[in-house]
Every structure is written in structure tokens, then in C-alpha cells.
């Protein structure tokens, strides 16, 4: 199974930069790299997702390291409405997304 | 959004009874899922579809069976449901099967087996 490792929790003041690690060691070639998160009474919500690069969109940015074996989540400026749990993911050649319980995300006013 | 619905939202039903959610998209997503949601599991993947009348199982797939007659409609069947069964039940798209494309997901449907 294609796991990851995150921090059960977090905190972060408001207007802050926020770096949410994952750690995937098993990660294999062809893996990409999948962000979600969820509000409350909500479905997931697509974030980001990479292979290899770093990569940017108007939701956060996704720091992919050099092996592949973990990855960062940036948010640039933390709201009130970012608070949330975050899934990091992998998405397999087998079609297959494997959810783990998320680091939950606390921003602070 | 992705114009997923699920329906009903919310259901209440009682041990034994047959039960079918439905999921209805409009974006011609070629692949459709059913996960279920509960404390301290994160989601987990039941069975998705790879394109009308082809189904899979997923991690917990023991109790539920699938149908997919339309490429819009994937319905999730608990023939005969159990307590354990009691849970929220997610949704979702997506376009292609290599991973390159997100997954979009339904409001899901709080299910209670009382």
C-alpha cells in the first residue's frame, strides 16, 4: 500500500506562512503526489498535486524533495477559512488514492 | 465545482434492510468512486468505476456492491445493512487513470443503521 506520514495537528497565527510536511517514504516512480483537504460537513477538496517539480497554484504552492520521499504543503498566508484537515496522497498506476487521517489545521486570529 | 451530487444527503434506516446511494455527476468523468468516512480512518476507498458496466473493489469492499448502467449515474448498494455500516459516504470523479488528475468529491450522505 502506498502510505504517508503527517502530523496529527497544527497550528498557525492568521496571515502567517504555513508548511504542512508529509512523509512518504515507499513513494515509487511513478506516484504523484496528491493534496486534499476538508472543512467541516464538507467533501474533500482538491488542493495541489505534483510528480516531481515544485509546483504552484493560486491555492499553494508543493515542495517535492529531491528523493521524493516526503513533500510540503505551503500555504503563503493562512485565513481563518484555510482551517481545515489536510490529506497528503499518493495516487498510484493502481487507481488507487490511500487517505491517512490528515494533518487538522488550526489557524489562529 | 464538478457537479457531483449525492443523494439522499441523510438516511436513517434500520438493520436488514437494503439501502442504495446514488451519485450523479456532469462533467463525463470516465472514473467514479464510493469511499466512506469514519472517526479515526480518514476516508476509505469501497469500489470505483473505469467506464460504464466496469467496476472494482477497493479496501473495504465486504457488504457493498455497485452498479454503474450510465457513465453520470454510480450507485452503491448495501443489500442488507449492518450497524457497521454506519457512516458517511463520500463520492468522487475523476478523469484518468495515471494519477495526473484530481479527484472531485460529493457532499456526501450521512448514513445512520439503527
Known amino acids: 500500500d502506498a502510505k504517508t506520514t503527517q502530523p496529527n495537528s497544527m497550528e498557525s497565527n492568521e496571515e502567517e506562512p504555513v508548511h504542512l510536511p508529509c512523509n512518504h517514504s515507499?513513494?515509487?516512480?511513478?506516484?504523484?503526489i496528491h493534496w486534499y483537504r476538508q472543512l467541516p460537513s464538507q467533501g474533500p477538496e482538491y488542493v495541489i498535486h505534483?510528480?516531481?517539480s515544485n509546483v504552484n497554484n493560486r491555492m499553494a504552492s508543493l515542495a517535492i524533495a529531491e528523493d521524493r520521499k516526503s513533500s510540503t504543503l505551503i500555504l503563503h498566508r493562512a485565513t481563518l477559512r484555510d482551517a481545515a484537515v489536510y490529506y497528503c496522497?499518493?495516487?498510484?498506476?493502481?487507481?488507487?488514492?490511500?487517505f491517512g487521517t490528515g494533518t487538522s489545521l488550526t489557524v489562529i486570529p | 465545482d464538478a457537479g457531483i451530487t449525492q443523494s439522499p444527503r441523510h438516511k436513517v434506516t434500520e438493520t436488514g434492510t437494503p439501502v442504495t446511494l446514488r451519485c450523479h455527476q456532469t462533467?463525463?468523468?470516465?472514473?467514479m468512486y464510493w469511499y466512506r468516512q469514519d472517526p479515526g480512518h480518514g476516508l476509505r476507498l469501497i469500489h470505483y468505476?473505469?467506464?460504464?458496466?466496469?467496476?472494482d473493489k477497493g479496501e473495504v469492499s465486504d457488504g457493498y456492491s455497485v452498479s454503474r448502467s450510465k457513465t453520470e449515474d454510480f450507485l452503491l448498494t448495501l443489500e442488507s445493512a449492518t450497524s457497521s455500516q454506519t457512516s458517511v459516504y463520500f463520492c468522487?470523479?475523476?478523469?484518468?487513470?495515471?494519477?495526473?488528475?484530481?479527484?472531485?468529491f460529493g457532499d456526501g450522505t450521512r448514513l445512520s443503521i439503527l
Open positions: 496522497i499518493l495516487r498510484t498506476t493502481g487507481n488507487q488514492f490511500y
Open positions: 515507499t513513494i515509487s516512480g511513478t506516484d504523484y
Open positions: 505534483g510528480l516531481t
Open positions: 462533467e463525463n468523468h470516465r472514473y
Open positions: 468505476s473505469y467506464g460504464v458496466k466496469d467496476t
Open positions: 468522487a470523479t475523476g478523469g484518468d487513470r495515471g494519477g495526473n488528475q484530481p479527484q472531485h
